[in-house]
């Protein structure tokens, strides 16, 4: 039986009457099972906090954002560890370590009690029990299934948008905090897929992304490299996107290599591009990353995801940036190049974490060895660890992230013909 925070219950070890420090040890170990059955299931500390007060806008959140969130979910966990366990214990310093670092390894041994519940039946006297019992001063209690319903007739949800009716497919492909993307076909033509964005209650992403858009087309069509809308209902709250078959890194998972350099260095130059038209009409993404570039059937990249840009043409004051912080429209214009660095080194890494500080040569000459002769590695090297550094410094100026993202760009369209070179047959 898989986890949740439904299917644990903690029971303390004495039966007899608990005075107010046990009661809080006793609940403040209930709550850490259940963030732990949400660490099993591959969430982090912060949906775990979720799961326990339901609410995203709760005021332990920091009203809401994911930055003051993610902050305030690990300073409720560590005080819960602190009253379950005591402030000096081994399991409090692994979770700080864990916390601090955001290094899943450090909490190895505050879930590892927690995972083994899914093999072992936790009966009477078991190791496992008894080890919870040492820790915990408690067991925790695996609760029966709810009895199994009746298997249903699975009907299909139905939408329809500028008079064409979609079938929503089961599952969702995302869902965060501004409303939900499925997936759907086109009911008067079944071949014809598409991504449906939803928002959820007074949310309003889809109707900023429609605008960006239609801005966009207005200024030469659709765009190759901007994923294209097929559809709005701005009373429903619903966008109709086409449909990709995934993101940058899931679509050629792992660092970069022979066999995918072509693919990526295309990619970066085609989001540059993307990135460079959305600059020439004063408009910013703010939230550029890996997810965000979605890559279509036939292999090329197409920008997505505008719930959180700002158009200055139709207000030059200074839009906040994702943490509240008031950015000018050249200060938004340079975070966006920063976050295309992070985007080019998450390409060459297969990852999605920010490039080292201080990025080095020698890290960038391991990134790239093999895919350009030795000496023009040793030259280019320097110029590409130069390019990654821009994007922690937060004080560079807009001509210096121009820069960077140019240089960086140079880079990519010397490894694609390093690629296209490398698949020529012999004699062309």
Request: glycine share 8%; net charge positive.
């Amino acid at each position: 039986m898989k986890l949740s925070p439904r299917s644990v219950t903690f029971i303390p070890a004495s039966k007899s009457a608990a005075t107010t420090e046990e009661v809080g040890k006793t609940e403040a170990r209930k709550q850490l099972v259940e963030i732990a059955a949400s660490l099993v299931k591959g969430n982090s500390v912060k949906s775990g906090f979720l799961r326990l007060h339901g609410s995203r806008d709760s005021p332990e959140l920091g009203h809401g954002r994911w930055s003051n969130g993610y902050t305030a979910a690990s300073r409720l966990v560590s005080d819960l560890v602190g009253k379950a366990y005591g402030t000096d214990s081994q399991v409090v310093r692994d979770l700080q370590t864990y916390l601090q670092g955001r290094d899943k390894v450090g909490v190895k041994s505050f879930l590892k009690l927690v995972k083994a519940m899914e093999k072992d039946s936790l009966a009477e006297g078991s190791p496992l029990q008894r080890l919870q019992t040492a820790r915990l001063g408690g067991r925790i209690q695996l609760n029966a299934p709810a009895a199994t319903r009746a298997p249903q007739e699975k009907t299909l949800e139905e939408r329809t948008v500028q008079g064409r009716t979609y079938q929503l497919e089961s599952g969702t492909l995302h869902s965060g905090a501004d409303g939900v993307v499925v997936m759907a076909r086109a009911s008067d033509d079944p071949t014809q897929t598409a991504c449906l964005k939803i928002d959820k209650a007074g949310r309003r992403g889809t109707a900023v992304e429609h605008q960006v858009l239609a801005r966009l087309r207005a200024r030469g069509g659709p765009h190759p490299h901007i994923v294209r809308e097929l559809g709005h209902d701005a009373a429903a709250g619903i966008l109709v996107l086409e449909r990709c078959k995934g993101s940058m890194l899931l679509d050629t998972p792992g660092p970069v290599q022979a066999g995918n350099l072509a693919l990526r260095a295309a990619w970066f130059g085609q989001t540059r591009q993307a990135m460079e038209l959305l600059h020439d009409a004063d408009i910013v993404h703010r939230d550029l990353n890996t997810k965000n570039v979605l890559i279509r059937e036939d292999g090329t990249a197409a920008l997505a995801d505008f719930g959180n840009a700002h158009d200055f043409e139709y207000s030059d004051q200074p839009c906040p940036d994702l943490f509240g912080v008031p950015q000018t429209r050249d200060a938004a214009k340079s975070a966006d190049r920063r976050d295309l660095l992070k985007l080019g080194y998450n390409l060459l890494a297969g990852t999605d974490k920010a490039p080292p500080n201080p990025m080095s040569s020698a890290a960038v000459q391991t990134l790239l060895q093999g895919l350009l002769p030795q000496a023009e590695l040793q030259s280019l090297a320097p110029q590409v660890a130069q390019s990654l550094q821009t994007y922690h410094d937060r004080s560079a100026s807009p001509k210096a992230t121009e820069r960077a993202v140019a240089s960086l760009g140079q880079v990519f369209e010397r490894l694609g013909q390093s690629a296209a070179a490398a698949q020529a047959p012999w004699g062309t």
